[in-house]
């Protein structure tokens, strides 16, 4: 009998050859084995951790994660959850410590659970939960570092989101919002260990606080010290510049309250010429303080100054004239140029004088009733079409003479927005000076471009108010940067417009008396 094969061993009791055509194969045991491989994944460099090892101490946090991926909960998409991230102080069971975990439940739990791990795998940093280790079982958890050791039976919390202990204030949101950028991070993924350091995890309660960029250069620090006004305070002196000074009155900006102008009178068409300020709005001025009795409390020196330009084409040279009419030299084709109010530059004059005026102005009641009037209104000047054949000849001709355009001072009053368009707003001249205006004729025969005039509003009038706590601190910073809160000098340090006190007659029926600070 011939098998046909080499090299094979068989091992077993029996090997039965019944027939010629029938052979019985018996054995105990055939090992086939081969080696491969395998590449190890991210996950391996992390520790796997069994269901049964994780002893839940105390919950520290729960949130709904959203299908729309909005970071907050109320953020009003009406998306379905998509899973449930819940936070817990947790012990291990082998390893006999604390750690910090979160734990994914819902239908799409591995999906968030895969993001999260993808992000904290990826981010190794001491300003940042780092990863310890993970499970995979249908409800999945990441398991981060922060061993402390308990303070009370219950057991330390190792991670608090800022969110459950922060309270509001202006140092504290500006501190807040300097170091979530300076993590990359939203604010409700701040926060607190135990060792006092705030640093990036999950995504919290919800918080957010208003504030202004960062500078550059400037170490912000990530102890929770900071969000003590007193620290915050003593830190930003360190850094004394007139940048940082336009940052803190800008951050003041950010920390008003806006509420409609309409709140404060009767039903009164906005559309008619003002008559009383006290029963009609269109009266009220951009570049005026007032109080919440209507009484104009300040006043800036150069309103005209608190429009800003925007040469889109067409236009060069801007120069503002004495009067308040701005110039421009005609350099192109067409012309498209846009005139929006500066609320920011306005706010700042007002906050770095407003001790010295609210102290040396006749006001009943508390700087919490003055308020500015904001409105959202650009003004425009364009083009009406593109230039004919014609015009461009005469306008690219080495003879055309420089050609000027002259506007009308801008309006400051509400009303004098809404009618901006219909009244006369600009004209055009030869002359420099503006002595003399170009004749429809004229601007015909050196092709000068018909402009259209607009007042385009992307909202209501409101009116800014701010609270006390922010008056405060703008206070303490003015004194903490040595300057006299009397004088104006602070606002002088900064090029700051200054502000004219008014003060009200009562005698006079409103007429106002005008004192210069």
Not at 61 to 69: A, E, K, Q, T
Not at 276 to 304: H, I, K, M, Q, W
Request: hydrophobic content about 35%; proline content about 5%.
């Amino acid at each position: 009998m011939s098998f046909n094969a080499s090299q094979v061993t068989v091992t077993g009791p029996a090997i039965n050859n019944v027939s010629r055509d029938q052979v019985n194969f018996t054995a105990e045991v055939i090992q086939i084995s081969s080696q491969v491989d395998v590449e190890p994944t991210e996950c391996d460099e992390f520790e796997r951790v069994k269901t049964g090892d994780i002893y839940l101490l105390q919950e520290i946090h729960r949130r709904d994660i959203l299908s729309c991926g909005c970071p907050w909960d109320n953020c009003g998409c009406h998306s379905r959850h998509r899973t449930q991230r819940t936070v817990y102080s947790v012990e291990l069971v082998k390893q006999r410590a604390k750690y910090t975990a979160i734990e994914y439940n819902g239908p799409e739990a591995r999906e968030v659970w895969e993001e999260d791990f993808r992000c904290f795998s990826q981010k190794r940093s001491p300003e940042a939960w780092q990863l310890y280790g993970l499970n995979r079982s249908n409800v999945p958890f990441l398991i981060f570092h922060d061993e402390t050791p308990s303070t009370d039976k219950a057991g330390a919390i190792e991670l608090v989101p800022i969110g459950h202990l922060y309270k509001h204030s202006f140092w504290g949101d500006i501190f807040v919002y300097w170091l979530a950028r300076k993590l990359d991070c939203y604010e409700s993924e701040i926060w607190l260990n135990t060792r006092g350091t705030l640093i990036q995890g999950p995504k919290g309660p919800d918080l957010s606080v208003p504030g202004a960029e960062i500078l550059d250069g400037i170490p912000i620090p990530s102890s929770a010290e900071m969000l003590k006004d007193d620290i915050s305070i003593q830190f930003f002196q360190k850094f004394p510049s007139p940048t940082i000074d336009h940052l803190i009155l800008e951050c003041a900006y950010y920390q008003s309250s806006e509420s409609p102008l309409k709140h404060l009178f009767h039903e009164a068409p906005l559309d008619i010429p003002p008559e009383n300020t006290s029963e009609n709005p269109n009266g009220l001025c951009f570049d005026t303080v007032y109080s919440r009795s209507l009484g104009a409390v300040a006043r800036c020196r150069d309103g005209g100054s608190l429009w800003e330009t925007v040469i889109r084409e067409g236009l060069v040279n801007k120069k503002v004239l004495d009067d308040g009419v701005i110039r421009f030299k005609l350099d192109g084709l067409d012309v498209d140029v846009r005139f929006s109010f500066d609320w920011l530059k306005f706010e700042e004059s007002w906050m770095s004088q407003s001790s010295r005026i609210i102290d040396g102005c006749r006001m009943s009641g508390t700087e919490e009733e003055c308020f500015i009037v904001n409105s959202s209104a650009n003004l425009t000047l364009k083009s009406k079409a593109s230039s004919s054949l014609n015009q461009q000849r005469l306008l690219l001709s080495p003879n055309t003479p420089p050609i000027y355009l002259f506007v009308y001072p801008l309006p400051m009053t509400v009303f004098g927005v809404k009618s901006w368009r219909i009244n006369k707003t600009h004209f055009w001249s030869l002359d420099e000076h503006g002595l003399s205006e170009m004749t429809e004729e004229e601007c015909w025969r050196w092709g000068v471009p018909k402009l259209d005039a607009d007042a385009v509003s992307y909202g209501p009038e409101h009116m800014f108010t701010w609270l006390s706590g922010v008056y405060d601190a703008i206070r303490d910073w003015q004194v903490a940067r040595g300057f006299d809160l009397a004088t104006t000098d602070f606002a002088q340090s900064l090029g700051i417009s200054e502000l004219d006190i008014l003060v009200i007659d009562e005698a006079a029926e409103g007429r106002f008396e005008e004192v210069h600070g």
